[in-house]
């Protein structure tokens, strides 16, 4: 077995077995390079895991979110909605296409975007609501898909950190008009960099498979410039990847659920160190493991001085001055910004190693 290493107990742990090994040579030999066969059969199957109809992958979850909005023509002049609690990608993607990103809050006890202040938030301008199932938690879709309906708005789900995870309708991503997903190498299925997006929808899906390659994937000999669009492709050899990464779902699945709980039952007796939940018994799946820590300071540092590595949350959106938010406005970020820790996480992360850390954290906390 091929493991990601670093010294220590790192923060992510993933692994690349000899399965995956022979894939990329089997791509290889059968001179599968580019975009092709391997990259529809890696469609296809997650399609069929997911439940829906059209996969679209493309180069990674950056571009997916991009793709995914091309799709809905927004440039300069329109508005799309995201939580202020996301992987600064899902805003950069609104950003890069001319168009302006409102920031809005997220809820109380979960970083995932507040309903209430999604309404709110709303003007003539605007035309996507971007929900983030951030480390698989769900948003309230059946709430915002009917404030999208009532606006007449298009919903894309961001979903790169919720790859199968579930709520009672059914798999995250799939209750939109579009939903992206990421195959980056900090996540629960990686293809080193990757991602895809799906829609139940074919007109939606013959426009994304267009932009996907400047707007002409679908023209055998292009005669003129129909729609504008980009490269997004993926290659075989990463579908490749993939395909061999879907093999093992079930007991990565699995692993990544009993890291959870062995988080849950070691520190749920420890003051100073608070779970933010997730909900696996709805289905959530939880891919990282993420704290409230008023001491994270001083509790990183001391993990870290004996080679464990952990990572405190990213700051707000709100921080980067060219989406011109004031930070004051978000109260509910601002606490996940300030005592978020993220412990050590990953599909090739060690249960004793897991072990190891609620050990340090209680010895520190008791």
Same mark, same amino acid.
């Given at each position: ?11 992510? =742990? ?8 022979? %894939? ?22 997650? @399609? ?5 109809? /059209? ?29 202020? =609690? ?15 990103? #409102? ?11 507040? #309903?209430?202040?999604?309404?709110? %938030? ?6 996507? #609501?971007?929900?983030? /199932? ?16 009532? &606006? ?56 994304? =498979? %267009? ?31 993939? #395909? %061999? ?14 890291? &959870? ?10 003051? @100073? ?22 001491? =994270? ?11 464990? @590595? ?18 004051? /406005? ?8 300030? &005592? ?27």
């Amino acid at each position: 077995m091929i493991k990601k290493q670093s010294p220590g107990i790192s923060w992510w =742990r993933t692994e690349f077995g000899q399965s995956e090994v022979e %894939a990329v040579v089997q791509a290889f030999r059968c001179q599968n390079i580019s975009q092709g066969e391997l990259t529809q059969l890696l469609e296809q199957k997650l @399609g069929a895991l997911l439940d829906v109809p /059209h996969v679209v992958a493309v180069s990674n979850g950056s571009s997916a979110l991009a793709l995914a909005l091309m799709a809905f023509d927004v440039t300069s002049g329109d508005e799309v909605i995201v939580p202020n =609690r996301t992987w600064i990608a899902t805003a950069h993607a609104v950003h890069i296409l001319g168009a302006k990103v #409102i920031l809005v809050d997220v809820e109380t006890d979960r970083p995932v975007v507040d #309903i209430r202040k999604i309404e709110e %938030a709303i003007t003539d301008k605007t035309k996507v #609501i971007v929900p983030v /199932h951030l480390n698989g938690r769900s948003a309230c879709m059946s709430e915002i898909e009917k404030v999208a309906k009532k &606006y007449n708005l298009k919903v894309v789900e961001d979903a790169a950190q919720a790859l199968f995870s579930r709520n009672k309708v059914g798999y995250l991503g799939t209750q939109s008009d579009i939903g992206c997903f990421s195959l980056s190498v900090t996540k629960l299925i990686s293809t080193g960099q990757g991602g895809f997006v799906v829609t139940r929808s074919s007109k939606v899906s013959e426009k994304l =498979r %267009a932009i996907r390659t400047h707007g002409v994937e679908n023209v055998v000999d292009p005669r003129s410039w129909g729609i504008p669009g980009f490269n997004f492709r993926i290659t075989d050899i990463q579908a490749s990847i993939g #395909i %061999a990464q879907l093999a093992l779902i079930t007991e990565r699945l699995e692993k990544v659920t009993n890291i &959870y709980k062995t988080y849950q039952d070691g520190l749920k007796d420890c003051p @100073g160190i608070t779970t933010i939940p997730v909900a696996i018994e709805r289905g959530e799946i939880p891919i990282y493991n993420e704290f409230l820590c008023d001491r =994270r300071t001083k509790l990183t540092e001391i993990l870290e001085n004996q080679g464990i @590595g952990v990572r405190p949350f990213l700051p707000n959106l709100s921080r980067a001055d060219y989406f011109k938010a004031d930070n004051s /406005h978000f109260p509910n970020s601002i606490q996940y910004e300030k &005592y978020g820790l993220t412990l050590p996480s990953g599909p090739g992360q060690e249960i004793s190693q897991v072990q190891t850390v609620v050990d340090k954290i209680n010895q520190y906390f008791g």
